[in-house]
């Protein structure tokens, strides 16, 4: 159990399939908000389970959030090499199918996302980082790429919508990433950080708007990109100015802002310096994803509590989730199998 009743404005991931007792002394110790689980961590549906189980008993027996990037195609972290779990298209094939029948798209993004959903919360976890409602352009890194539902505002909002829908059905909180827009950066921010020099206008009319449409969100993560015209120092994650005037005001998002991973090699600086940056940005939350101990010891101690506004918002997010609704699960499955032979 956590020895200190303070929750850490933080997200955690872990080295392996089981916790160890370092691992186990720092969660007890620091407290973090939530995990976050990727590939080398899930082996089997039961060891998954348990692994969860025992996050959430070091960290007081809290309902704590876990998540994971489920997006299906290149990002899903529950995939091979077990043959455990459902594997899902990327979320390109959704909007190919609605330029074909705009109402099966629709209705397809929908009972998959709730598909996936039981996936989910089958293993105890709680949050899946999707939608992505990225919108790529000509010349862009293919780093969005097919993880994109189009290449309009409209298609990602409309597709957007309904693959979050399902996610809610099925009790998993969505987190709209990456706000306030990843779409033309020319760089993958896993290795460098993109500078956009697209006008404001252009940013207004196809970047930020998936965003504001679905500002209703209960948690977004932010993009480690400079967008030039609002901020020419800093990425949105570290940039006040974006987080404030745009993700705020702007598109409107009130929900509990995540930091994209503080290890990503887009961010220079200290793991310390980074996450105390993106703090003071106005970041609620600070993600921690590569399991190295040493650097999660830094960034818990530049996140500190959670408290203020970004508590609050981590409430209001945890008091959307709810019972999973009932669903066919049998049309569900056909419509996967529609979306993966189209």
Wanted: net charge positive; aromatic share 4%; with cysteine.
């Amino acid at each position: 159990m956590a020895k200190s009743a303070a929750i850490a404005a933080l997200i955690v991931g872990c080295a392996g399939t089981v916790l160890n007792e370092d691992e186990l002394r720092f969660l007890a110790e620091r407290n973090p908000w939530g995990l976050i689980l990727f590939r080398r961590n899930c082996e089997t549906p039961d060891q998954v389970r348990a692994l969860n189980t025992r996050f959430r008993e070091a960290v007081g027996r809290r309902n704590a959030p876990i998540f994971i990037d489920q997006e299906g195609g290149r990002v899903q972290r529950l995939g091979p090499p077990s043959n455990s779990w459902r594997q899902y298209p990327p979320a390109r094939r959704y909007g190919e199918l609605m330029d074909r029948e705009p109402i099966a798209g629709l209705r397809v993004a929908r009972r998959v996302g709730r598909l996936m959903a039981q996936d989910l919360l089958d293993l105890g976890i709680t949050v899946d980082c999707l939608p992505v409602l990225d919108v790529p352009q000509s010349g862009s890194h293919d780093i969005i790429g097919d993880r994109a539902y189009g290449t309009t505002p409209e298609r990602v909002i409309a597709l957007a919508r309904a693959h979050m829908a399902g996610l809610l059905e099925g009790g998993v909180l969505p987190v709209i990433k990456h706000i306030p827009g990843h779409g033309r950066a020319r760089a993958d921010s896993h290795l460098s950080l993109p500078i956009v020099d697209a006008t404001r206008q252009d940013l207004e009319a196809i970047d930020f708007a998936p965003f504001a449409a679905l500002a209703d969100a209960p948690m977004a993560m932010t993009a480690h990109v400079v967008y030039a015209a609002i901020d020419k120092r800093s990425p949105a994650t570290l940039s006040r100015t974006v987080i404030s005037r745009v993700i705020r005001k702007e598109i409107g998002f009130d929900g509990l802002l995540i930091s994209d991973d503080l290890s990503m090699k887009a961010l220079a600086g200290s793991l310390g310096e980074r996450g105390r940056a993106a703090r003071r940005a106005g970041c609620d939350m600070l993600l921690h994803c590569n399991g190295n101990l040493d650097e999660m010891r830094e960034v818990a101690d530049a996140a500190g509590r959670l408290i203020g506004k970004a508590a609050r918002r981590a409430r209001a997010a945890l008091r959307l989730a709810r019972r999973p609704q009932p669903f066919d699960k049998k049309a569900a499955l056909k419509d996967l199998d529609t979306l993966v032979s189209a």
